[in-house]
């Protein structure tokens, strides 16, 4: 299945441990996640689970850790039926600020692998990427 890799960042002024800890308190990522409730364990082999949506209409994202080398990188493979491929929160410290990456390299199921899927599914995934990103750096 082709990739469709989507980024976004923000700066911060913040220490990377402070990134850091509020990226991965799945627990808080409901305050920042657009429409999304997140619980899991940390470390490499922890299972993470984040369902976005509303009611009925949401999707269970699925996923382990597989990179986890504080304060700096968290690396999960989505294992999910409909979620797949990689999710990577980066926090390098520029000065004394902090840049926190947040990158989805996604498998893209057999309905959405051709160009139309792509234009539907990058659109709004950069958006919630972003605006997430917004209200992150607001918390900090």
Do not use: N, Y
């Amino acid at each position: 299945m082709p990739l469709l890799e989507i980024s976004s960042l923000v700066l911060v002024s913040a220490e990377p441990e402070q990134v850091w800890q509020l990226a991965v308190d799945w627990s808080r990522q409901q305050d920042w996640v657009w429409r999304t409730r997140v619980h899991g364990g940390t470390g490499v082999g922890a299972h993470v689970v984040a369902r976005t949506g509303v009611g009925p209409v949401a999707i269970t994202d699925t996923m382990v850790i597989t990179q986890w080398d504080p304060p700096r990188r968290c690396v999960v493979r989505h294992t999910g039926k409909i979620v797949r491929g990689l999710g990577v929160l980066e926090v390098t410290r520029l000065g004394s600020s902090s840049e926190f990456r947040w990158t989805e390299q996604l498998d893209l199921p057999r309905p959405l692998a051709g160009r139309l899927g792509r234009w539907l599914v990058a659109p709004p995934a950069r958006w919630v990427l972003a605006l997430s990103l917004r209200r992150f750096a607001r918390m900090l």
